[in-house]
């Protein structure tokens, strides 16, 4: 299944408590993703940008993926990270703290908001929804409880 459509089954589940979800009315404008990729330096990965479009951002209970000029949504901004040894653009969050930082080659890193350790736990953002967070390696994402719950309404 692609990203759009894990997250949309992942939406329309009883997997996420839905008072933890918000969804923007509508996606990041091409524009918006032009401007911040230029500022950057470096294009965002094709998953991210494909998320931004259909929603820029979205609080998904047990994950937020950071949108673009989002705040006033209730949903992150994505913002520019430089530390730990790790440049990109935090793209993620999760309710732990922990950050998800997409590098300019599109692999995300994991960072510790307490201690600043830091792995790459995906190739790119798509696989980061759809396998890390969604999917098979949910386990080293929310552990063993939620792995089970995914393995249950089909995700895994």
Do not use: C
Request: aromatic letters at 10%; glycine letters at 10%; hydrophobic letters at 45%.
């Amino acid at each position: 299944m692609n990203l759009l459509a894990v997250v949309e089954k992942a939406i329309a589940s009883d997997l996420l408590a839905s008072s933890l979800v918000v969804l923007p009315e509508s996606g990041a404008s091409v524009d918006l993703v032009v401007d911040l990729e230029e500022t950057l330096g470096f294009p965002l990965s094709p998953g991210y940008k494909e998320f931004l479009a259909r929603w820029n951002g979205a609080n998904l209970d047990v994950v937020r993926v950071h949108g673009i000029a989002s705040g006033s949504s209730g949903i992150p901004s994505a913002w520019p990270f430089t530390s730990y040894a790790v440049a990109g653009l935090v793209v993620a969050s999760d309710p732990s703290g922990f950050i998800y930082v997409e590098a300019p080659d599109h692999t995300i890193h994991v960072v510790d908001h307490d201690g600043g350790a830091k792995r790459v736990i995906a190739p790119d953002f798509s696989a980061f929804m759809t396998q890390v967070v969604f999917g098979s390696g949910a386990r080293h994402f929310l552990g063993e409880e939620w792995f089970r719950e995914l393995k249950s309404r089909g995700f895994v």
